[in-house]
């Protein structure tokens, strides 16, 4: 009997024992759903830090000197840096010294690095190539533009509206027309011009803008002018728009006075060094230089 209450006291001391140093369980929260993957991912702002190696570019460009190169070496800290292509074409990477760099594609840069790397000095690299900055392509802006200048070419590719919009962006007195000049292709003798209607590029309009290319001359003249005295809403000189007829030229001097005829109309020209008064009705042609006046009404 006193073996039977030893045991069952000892089984009591045990059992208090084992609660006093075991922790109170913690009421576990509900479980979390798995966040939705969302159907875009907004992207970050320039200059955001980014854990992942740098993203090749178009594996068609070719190196040029003063670019500046992304170069990630997987698991390779000393060789993972931006490399500035000197104006030798080359770079100078740990280990395996001057590689050349211009005049390869980013893909075959890549190569190039990754059959040095692995000869000597590791076994199966993984090489990323990227360019950081494209400094070795240019284009230039004159003409009628607030900060004629030459724009480098810092993306892959630009459009003459950004160039222009780099430029200053045209002045109130440059012409609606753009021209580019591009050098000539191998097997061409002339240079290829392409002209540019700047409202349509203005206004977005699809298929219009212009692609540029380094070397190209990008050139926004200074407007013509014509004037228009007589019986209209705004008189003066108006910046000449090329196919222009007497009626466009009436819409954009604000149209007729109260006592203003369309029908009683010249145009003073000059012709061989003089001046001559021509007739004219809404769909003759006007010229640059041109001063249309319009007339009153008899009654």
């Not at 039977?4 to 059992?15: D, I, P, R, Y």
């Not at 929260?29 to 992207?43: E, H, L, N, R």
């Not at 050139?219 to 090329?242: I, R």
Request: no cysteine.
């Amino acid at each position: 009997m006193r073996f039977n209450v030893f045991a069952t006291g000892s089984t009591v001391v045990l059992l208090a024992a084992t609660l006093v140093a075991q922790p109170q369980q913690q009421t576990q929260p509900p479980q979390q759903k798995a966040p939705v993957k969302p159907d875009f991912v907004i992207p970050k702002p320039d200059g955001a830090a980014s854990a992942q190696p740098p993203a090749a570019s178009s594996d068609t460009y070719v190196i040029g000197p003063a670019d500046t190169l992304a170069i990630t070496v997987v698991d390779e800290v000393d060789l993972t840096r931006k490399y500035l292509v000197e104006t030798d074409g080359s770079i100078t990477m740990p280990y395996i010294g001057r590689v050349r760099a211009a005049g390869l594609t980013i893909e075959d840069l890549r190569k190039r690095i990754t059959e040095a790397l692995q000869k000597d000095w590791i076994k199966n690299p993984q090489v990323l190539v990227g360019v950081e900055q494209y400094k070795a392509r240019s284009v230039l802006v004159t003409g009628a533009v607030r900060a004629p200048q030459r724009v480098t070419l810092t993306g892959l590719t630009m459009s003459l509206l950004e160039a222009l919009t780099l430029a200053g962006s045209p002045t109130s007195s440059a012409a609606n027309e753009v021209t580019v000049v591009r050098a000539p292709k191998p097997g061409q003798k002339e240079p290829e011009t392409i002209t540019v209607d700047r409202r349509d590029l203005e206004v977005g309009r699809a298929g219009r803008d212009v692609v540029l290319e380094d070397g190209d001359i990008i050139n926004v003249p200074e407007a013509k002018k014509f004037y228009v005295s007589g019986a209209v809403k705004n008189t003066g000189a108006l910046v000449y728009e090329s196919g222009m007829t007497v009626a466009r030229a009436l819409v954009l001097a604000g149209g007729l006075t109260d006592r203003g005829s369309d029908r009683r109309v010249t145009i003073k020209r000059e012709v061989g060094g003089k001046v001559q008064e021509i007739s004219a009705k809404l769909s003759d042609r006007v010229l640059p230089n041109d001063e249309i006046v319009f007339g009153q009404r008899l009654f």
